[in-house]
């Protein structure tokens, strides 16, 4: 058993001074739910936490860069007098802001804790990610989604070559175990949820369908989330022209309608190209529905997938022509719906494990 899940764990908590820099919701995106878990895991543990949310909130839309700057300012304010303080690391150029708020950190003599969300400057060496390594010094801790997203990272930054590894399985929402398991069956009905743009594969969600169509296979397309840009538009015209009756889009999807959406679909179709693709919390979120997952090799979701009855292709560019021979005459199982959320549970175990020592390690200061 960790230290940080023994009885008198918290005792040794209280005594540190613990800073939490992030954005926290609204709004509902990958980092911000991140940050809020994360505060809600230590929060039991470290009794003189401090939060500063460095989001941009429900500001109106030309305000929000100035709440997210005026609150990122706040949060380098906040770093005097902590034993440790933990930066949920921005992405582009938001990376400066938080090298400033490392640099003050280490300045204080605080031990840094670097949460790194994004596979961006995973995959190639970034002059700004090397500012914030030495910036934070030799000491900072650096934590990464995956065993696969750590080995990349000391690839590209050798000045880090032990990364702490933090899976986020424990993110979603976990009455979606609560589904019935899929029974056996003939009917393929695929699902793809989020937000609807090309990077994240709605051209290839779309193909994949009416190839299906076309090859005489029993289909159907349930489509849900946001259409953040006018080709996404175009797209679900295009599957329900081609598709008709064989294809629903659902619009946003929340709390029960996203449950209804798990039960009916039997496999969920995520082919991304999104450059900071990391962990996609919405596989978890299938897996954990006991749906077979249809994605691409984005960031760690091989690794992700690995224990699942998953199909994972090389790229979005060959998703379509990669998964079609695959789906082709496939069926449902109560097998691989039980496989699916068994590697969801492993899942989910490995990363709660991975929290406990993160909590031992902080409690150390």
């Not at 424990?170 to 019935?180: A, N």
Request: glycine share 8%; net charge positive; aromatic share 6%.
């Amino acid at each position: 058993m960790s230290r940080g899940t023994e009885p008198g764990f918290s005792v040794t908590g209280k005594s540190v001074r613990l800073n939490i820099i992030g954005p926290m919701p609204p709004p509902f995106h990958g980092q911000s739910v991140a940050t809020s878990h994360m505060v809600s895991t230590l929060a039991p543990h470290f009794t003189r936490m401090r939060v500063t949310d460095t989001g941009e909130g429900k500001g109106v839309g030309w305000l929000r860069p100035f709440v997210k700057l005026a609150r990122t300012a706040r949060s380098w304010w906040s770093v005097r007098g902590s034993d440790a303080v933990y930066i949920s690391v921005n992405v582009g150029n938001g990376m400066w802001l938080s090298t400033v708020a490392a640099g003050l950190a280490r300045a204080a003599g605080a031990q840094l804790f670097l949460h790194h969300h994004s596979y961006a400057y995973v995959r190639e060496r970034k002059r700004r990610m090397v500012a914030l390594t030495r910036v934070a010094g030799p000491g900072a801790r650096h934590i990464v989604l995956a065993k696969s997203m750590a080995s990349d990272l000391r690839l590209a930054m050798p000045e880090i070559p032990h990364p702490l590894v933090i899976g986020n399985a424990g993110l979603i929402d976990r009455t979606i175990l609560e589904l019935p398991l899929k029974t056996d069956s003939g009917d393929l009905i695929l699902g793809h949820l989020g937000s609807l743009t090309l990077t994240k594969g709605i051209v290839e969600v779309v193909d994949l369908a009416l190839a299906l169509h076309q090859a005489g296979a029993r289909i159907r397309l349930i489509v849900g989330g946001s259409t953040l840009d006018s080709e996404a538009e175009v797209q679900l015209e295009r599957a329900a022209r081609e598709l008709g009756e064989l294809f629903e889009y659902r619009g946003p999807l929340l709390g029960e309608a996203k449950h209804r959406f798990f039960r009916e679909i039997t496999h969920f179709v995520f082919p991304s190209r999104y450059v900071h693709e990391a962990v996609p919390l919405v596989l978890y979120e299938a897996l954990a529905a006991g749906v077979v997952c249809v994605a691409t090799s984005q960031g760690s979701i091989p690794e992700q997938l690995a224990a699942s009855p998953s199909v994972v292709a090389g790229s979005a560019d060959s998703f379509a022509e990669e998964a079609l021979p695959v789906l082709t005459g496939a069926s449902v199982s109560a097998k691989t719906s039980l496989e699916c959320r068994q590697a969801y549970q492993l899942a989910l175990r490995e990363s709660e494990r991975q929290l406990a020592d993160l909590i031992d390690l902080i409690a150390r200061q």
